[in-house]
């Protein structure tokens, strides 16, 4: 990673997800420190976390953030916290989600560190309560799963929803940002290009659903089989909570229809 002063990381070694590289935990901070996200709750990561901050001349953890709430980013959170006294915030979406948080945070909230100031960004799609924080003196922007540094995020409905993640992408380029530091793999040196192409991506997606409609397939599994018919048994069902996510975008705009398992072109299609 590119050195910014007073931010280090401590990535997980959790296998992660399909084909996702382990969490990045963020610390930030002098010598009082914030962590952005901790994926596991094991002794190793802790310890890893905390040798990783000690070795750098940090002092203590003051507080820790999450990005959202699934278990690969707030898994070890309670155990850190626990483990050093540091308070723990959680989106307010999200208050009690994982018990014992000491305070929330909302959208366009400011966060100061002990070396710098984070602003909230709500970034609904991947998760409801998914945050991104943003740096507005460096420009950097810490992406969680909104963004990652390789691979697309995954949609996952009910909770995930495409409409909202393709608006949160859209949000982020009102921002001016130099980096992007994702929850996984390495830091995105063209910020608005990979907004970009995340954005188009999901176009393409979408095009290629309603072009799966009109070709007679209408089931989530055969319209997947079209779109992902190179990915691999286990990224097939990823390639399913996809499609399913474009598809319940597609009905709630009055262009497609649903009839049980079955998707129909609607009239304005
Ligand atoms: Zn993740």
Redesign the pocket.
């Known amino acids: 990673m590119e050195a910014l002063e007073h931010i280090r990381h401590f990535t997980a070694a959790n296998p992660?997800?399909m084909t996702?590289t382990g969490?990045n935990q963020y610390l930030l901070g002098r010598e009082e420190i914030t962590v952005i996200d901790v994926?596991l709750p094991g002794e190793e990561n802790i310890d890893g976390i905390l040798e990783q901050i000690e070795r750098t001349g940090g002092k203590r953890i003051e507080k820790i953030l999450l990005t959202?709430t699934?278990r690969?980013?707030c898994g070890g959170a309670v155990a850190l916290k626990q483990r050093t006294g540091a308070k723990l915030g959680i989106c307010a979406l999200r208050a009690g989600y994982l018990g014992g948080e000491d305070f929330t945070y909302k959208s366009g909230e400011s966060i100061p560190y002990d070396g710098g100031e984070l602003t909230v960004v709500h970034t609904p799609g991947h998760e409801s309560g998914h945050c991104c924080f943003y740096e507005s003196s460096r420009q950097i922007l810490f992406t969680?799963?909104h963004i990652?540094g390789q691979g697309t995020?995954v949609i996952p409905p009910p909770d995930g929803d495409m409409a909202l993640y393709i608006q949160s992408l859209e949000k982020l380029l009102d921002l001016k940002i130099r980096l992007l530091l994702p929850?996984?793999g390495p830091v995105i040196h063209d910020p608005y290009g990979k907004i970009r192409e995340y954005i188009d991506h999901r176009w393409l997606r979408e095009r290629e659903v309603l072009d799966s409609l009109r070709g007679g397939r209408n089931t989530i599994p055969a319209i997947a089989a079209r779109i992902y018919a190179d990915l691999s048994a286990p990224l097939q069902s990823v390639g399913r909570l996809s499609v399913e996510a474009h598809l319940i975008k597609l009905v709630r705009e009055g262009r497609v229809v649903r009839d049980g398992e079955r998707y129909l072109l609607g009239g304005k299609e």
Do not use: I, V
């Open positions: 992660g997800m996702l969490t994926a959202h699934h690969d980013h969680g799963d990652l995020t929850g996984h």
